[in-house]
Every structure is written in C-alpha cells, then in structure tokens.
C-alpha cells in the first residue's frame, strides 16, 4: 500500500511485541504516539522517527475540562458513539473466554454475579389473579418471599381475588392486589411507584394473556391488538420501567406457540415470539431476563382452560401431556435460576411420538418418528383405493358400509385422540362429536391417505355423519349396478341451477362449489375416483391454508344455523 515506505503516523496503545512491529511500520521521520501507560519506549532508542508518550495530566485541569466537555457534545450529538458491550453470566464464564481468545469482538466483555431473589423484596406478578397467577403466587409464598404484587385488569374484583389474597396472608406473605392494565404506560408507572422502598422490587413475572383464536383471515386489527396488547405492550413498558431497577428476574411467560406454530393462533404465537426477543435484548444490556416458553397445562394450569377434553388428548397422543401444577412450578424452580434468556418448558412422552404418524407431530418432533413409520404413513393413493375397492368387492352391499363405517371410526378417533374407536358415535354429526375446521381438514388427510381418494376440504359437511361419509366411500369405490335415471338428474341439476341464481356466493364458496362440480363433471365423462382432477379442483388445491380455513369456518356457521 506504502510502497514499502512504511504509514506517516501511529497511534499505538498495545504493548511488547506489537511496539516493536508498529515502528518497523512506521516511516522515517513519521510520528508513533503511544497512548497506554506500559512497555513506554525511550525516544532516544528510537530517533528515526518523532516518538511521544502522551500523559493526559500534562494537560492541565482546565484543558482536560475543556476536552471532557466536547467528548459529551460529540456523544449528544450522536457523532460518538459507546463502545458496545457484551454481558456473560459468571455461569458462563469459560464460553466467554473462549469467545474472547477469538479476538472477533469490538468493545468490552463483562461478567456479571447472578443476582438472588430478595425474600424482603417485591415480586410483581401480572395476571395475579388469573390461574397461573394464583399458582405461582402460592408457590413464591411457600419458598419464602414475603412481598407479592398482583396486578390484573379487575384487581381485588376479579373472581376468587380475595380468597387467594387471605390464602398467601396464611402462608406469611404481605399481599397486595392491584387493579392495572399494564399495557397502558401510565397506569403502569403508577403501579411502579407504590412499590415501598423498604421492599423494593426483585422480580417481575409477566403472566397476563389473551386469546382470540381464528385463521389469518379473520384476524382484524382489533382481534390483533387484543391479544398484543396485554403480552407485547405490557412487556415492553415493564422492561422501559424497570432497566434502571437491580432486578435478580424478569420472567414473561411465553408459550411453544412461537417455537413450533399452533393451527389458529397467528396473533398469540406474534406475540409469545416478541417476549422470547425481549429478553434476548435484555441480557444484551446486562439486564435479567429469561422467557418462558409454556407447553401444555391441564386445565387448572392456564390457558388450556379452555380446550375441550378432545383437544387434550390430542396434544398428549402427539407427544405434548399437559403439565400439571406441581409439574410445572417444579420446571418454573429450576428454570428461575438459570442463565439461559429463553427456556422451553413442556412434557414429552417420547414413546407417543415414536408411535404416532409424522403428519399427527408438530413438525418440530418429527425427526423422533422411526423411519419405517414414516415409510409406511406414504400410502401410494392409487394402491389404497384399489385394494380397499378389492375389499369391498369381496363384501355383500349390507356388510361394505359397516366395514368402510369403521374405517372412518378409526380415523375419527384417531384424530380426536380417543383411545378406542368405539368413543365415536356414527350416528352423530362430526361437529358434535367435537370437530372443528382443523380437525376437519386433518380428518379428511388421514382418510385420504387411507382411501386413496382425492376428497374435498369440506368432506365432513358433506357428509355430516361418519354412516354417512362411509356410505359416500363405498358409492365411490363399490358403486351398484342400479342408479338415479336420467330424467330425475336433470331435474336435480335444475333445482341447483335455481339455488345458484338466488344469490351471489363469496369468492371461497365460489371456489368449493366449483370444486364439487368438477369433480361430479369428471364422473359424467367416466373419470376414475382417483383421477388428478379438473383445472377448478386443482385451483383450490393450491388455495392458501387460511382460504381453505376461511372456507370451512364459513361452512361451520352454516352448520349452526341448522
């Protein structure tokens, strides 16, 4: 670059070796000025070029003053910026050297002393007086803090408030509960400030939550914002308000939905994300912090409250038992003193997952499928329909629609997690049997897969009944040599032609019933059942999952309205 002339001026603040290379670097008659107070150099030793160890203090008082305030000015004005630091739990110190050996970073390394809960101190537990609030009050009362504030949007109004707060007063603790919307700054401040300085506060633990469950395309900004709001800005205004606060934990409790997806929960998965960010941000200021990733509680856990029975057994045959109480709290000890900024806190039932099919696991756990079960679960389509329509060729009609009446059985319960098919009543339409438009679609997957057909989204509105979805099969794959005559087709077709003209259909219905009329088409020119399909059933194949959604969910109220 020099021309091996060597750079006109060095400004040197190592020391040894590095001083040495440094002049050999620097050009005669250049200027070396050396900053750092070791390994100073006699500038007689070096007279090829102009050396100077420079002392601050030579400066004087006033000069120094001077230089301060200009230094303060530049870093005001944004022309100067810290030197960014990078915090290391003590816990973690060999990783740090490690990472400092590398000599890749910019700025300072700093190790920092876990800090200890304050028995004395104030723990402030939003969502206070909700399930999960009340659980961990008990529990933070039991080991011995003495200071609880529990907040919540109803405060000492909210159900079962009172005789909680008399409960923790048994238990030693001084309680005090709160009636604040934490996601309004203000009202949070205000909060903040009647914390007592002789307890001041030592932990806070984000637990408040809202669900407004729905596909993408039903999630308006005011059903976004309800769930944000108390998850996202809440968090956000207790990190602002307590950063200046030596807390020893800073806990939101967030949720597997933002590690692995949950059909339906778009805006609570956002949100959940948004805290596990957050406390990433946090121990990169040096700041406490560790987000809380919940699987599944039982229903006296939490949100899970709320899930039908259906709903928790089929979490727990996909791997995810709910956590009980005393599970859970015994993972949230462990959990409130480690180092790590997030932590995903669930039960697993490995077996359930080794025997369960990929397309039953959030896709997170499907590597733990053996390979010969996933193998198996990619049915060839043209196979199954063939050797299920050989099967009911060998069967009399009587006997066909209670064996295909079976096999949807089996899917059904499979789907809904009973552990015997007898649990279904093919009697009963499927929406009271407890399917809704996930469900749907991921029964009409496995039969599907089962029967070799090519079966439309909205299947089991088609066919309310499992008697009558089997019946539909066994017309598809063992159809009788008699049939509806010609005449009283037609006169059908007319009456649906009238139907179509009475009123306009959305897009999405649109859509469905184009796919219906493809399909009946295909048979009239003598397509096979499990034939590719027209352009129109093609079309909707490659729909969006949250217009396939969007389409069942509107078939489901038409349900309701019958």
């Not at 229903?299 to 409250?305: I, N, R």
């Amino acid at each position: 670059m020099t021309g091996g002339r060597g750079v006109d001026v060095v400004l040197n603040a190592l020391a040894g070796e590095f001083v040495d290379a440094s002049l050999r670097l620097t050009a005669d008659g250049g200027r070396f000025l050396e900053m750092g107070k070791t390994d100073i150099r006699d500038p007689r030793s070096v007279e090829r070029v102009a050396y100077r160890a420079f002392d601050l203090g030579e400066a004087g008082p006033a000069r120094n003053r001077e230089l301060l305030g200009e230094l303060l000015d530049l870093f005001a004005g944004g022309a100067l910026r810290p030197l960014p630091v990078r915090v290391w739990d003590v816990r973690r110190a060999r990783e740090a050297f490690r990472f400092m050996s590398q000599a890749r970073h910019v700025g300072k390394i700093v190790l920092t002393m876990p800090p200890r809960w304050n028995p004395d101190g104030t723990v402030l537990i939003t969502g206070g007086t909700g399930a999960l609030g009340g659980h961990l009050a008990r529990r933070l009362a039991a080991s011995g803090m003495r200071h609880l504030l529990l907040a919540g949007r109803r405060g000492p109004d909210a159900p079962g408030a009172a005789e909680l707060a008399a409960e923790l007063r048994e238990l030693g603790a001084e309680v005090t509960v709160e009636a604040c919307d934490t996601a309004d700054r203000d009202a949070t401040a205000a909060l903040l400030a009647e914390v007592p300085a002789a307890h001041p506060l030592t932990a806070v633990v984000h637990t408040a939550g809202v669900l407004d469950d729905g596909v993408v395309a039903s999630l308006t900004p005011e059903r976004l914002a309800a769930v944000l709001r108390p998850k996202v800005d809440a968090a956000w205004h207790l990190h602002e308000l307590t950063r200046d606060l030596d807390l020893a934990a800073f806990l939101p409790f967030s949720s597997i939905a933002g590690v692995m997806g949950s059909p339906g929960q778009g805006n609570y998965a956002a949100a959940n994300s948004f805290l596990d960010a957050l406390t990433a941000h946090r121990r990169s200021l040096g700041l406490a912090g560790t987000s809380l990733a919940w699987g599944p509680w039982s229903h006296d856990g939490g949100m899970t409250s709320t899930l039908s029975d259906t709903d928790m057994r089929r979490m727990q045959s996909g791997g995810l038992p709910p956590l009980s109480v005393d599970q859970g709290f015994g993972l949230f000890d462990i959990a409130r003193g480690s180092d790590e900024s997030f932590l995903v806190l669930v039960g697993l039932a490995p077996g359930a997952m080794r025997g369960a099919a990929p397309e039953d696991l959030p896709p997170l756990f499907r590597g733990m499928v053996r390979s010969s079960r996933r193998t198996a679960a990619a049915t060839d389509a043209a196979g199954a329909a063939a050797a299920l329509g050989a099967t009911l060729g060998e069967l009399r009609a009587d006997e066909r629609v209670r064996y295909v009446t079976e096999l949807v059985r089996e899917q059904a319960a499979r789907v809904l997690g009973h552990a015997t098919p007898k649990a279904v009543d093919v009697t009963q339409e499927f929406r009271e049997l407890g399917f809704d438009s996930l469900t749907a679609l991921e029964l009409r997957n496995h039969l599907s897969t089962a029967t070799g057909l090519r079966l439309p989204a909205t299947l089991v509105f088609d066919y309310p009944t499992p008697t009558a979805l089997a019946e539909h099969f066994v017309s598809e794959l063992a159809p009788g040599d008699e049939g509806p005559q010609g005449p009283s087709l037609l006169a059908e077709l007319d009456r649906l032609e009238a139907l179509f003209t009475a009123g306009e259909p959305d897009g999405i219905t649109r859509a469905g019933l184009a796919l219906r009329l493809g399909q009946m088409l295909d048979k009239v020119r003598g397509s096979a059942p499990e034939s590719t399909g027209t352009p129109v059933d093609d079309a909707f194949e490659s729909a969006s999952a949250d217009e396939v959604f969007a389409f069942i969910d509107n078939e489901l109220g038409r349900m309701g309205d019958h």
